[in-house]
């Protein structure tokens, strides 16, 4: 979202300096705090919740779930949505919240391990939105907490297996499972 903030804001260049300056100071942090280690977004990244949207459109696909291939594509289209809103802020600079909540639900849709506190993300942006581009938020926000509020309950497994829906029985599911226990343990 950084980059719409930066074209969003009245004072681009000003924008863009603070951007640095906090950039910098995420830095410092890190490494005074944490030694310069970084979180393991890499082996997160490979992680895949059964309702996600990558894993059921990976299914639907025949790939069993969101496997590397479902993964990039999710990224890709993430770009793209990203990339669009760049766009539409850099035209019209009013749009920057909505367009913000957009990008950050576009991605909760595109990650393949998605958590009902992800809602945080882009949820107060579509609280805050107005217009036309902000009412879009609206039916899209109750369907996302409807979505990731299911995905979350520790019933799901129980839920899924009594509608047919057995996501370790493919290849891709069962590998995701796995990583998921070992990381667990």
Do not use: K
């Amino acid at each position: 979202v950084v980059p719409l903030v930066v074209l969003g804001a009245p004072r681009r260049r000003a924008a863009l300096a603070g951007a640095a300056a906090a950039a910098a100071g995420v830095v410092l942090v890190d490494l005074v705090a944490f030694g310069g280690a970084l979180p393991a977004i890499g082996l997160q990244g490979r992680l895949a919740t059964p309702l996600s949207a990558p894993t059921l459109l990976g299914l639907a696909a025949g790939h069993g779930g969101a496997d590397a291939t479902v993964q990039t594509a999710a990224h890709g289209v993430l770009a793209a949505v990203v990339a669009l809103g760049c766009l539409a802020v850099l035209w019209r600079r009013r749009l920057v919240l909505p367009v913000t909540g957009l990008v950050l639900l576009a991605a909760n849709v595109c990650l393949a391990w998605v958590m009902p506190w992800y809602l945080g993300w882009w949820l107060p942006f579509a609280a805050l939105a107005v217009g036309r581009a902000g009412r879009l938020l609206v039916p899209l926000a109750v369907v996302a907490c409807v979505w990731l509020g299911v995905g979350g309950l520790p019933q799901l497994p129980q839920i899924a297996h009594g509608l047919g829906y057995y996501p370790t029985r493919t290849a891709t599911g069962l590998a995701n499972h796995d990583l998921e226990i070992r990381l667990v343990r």
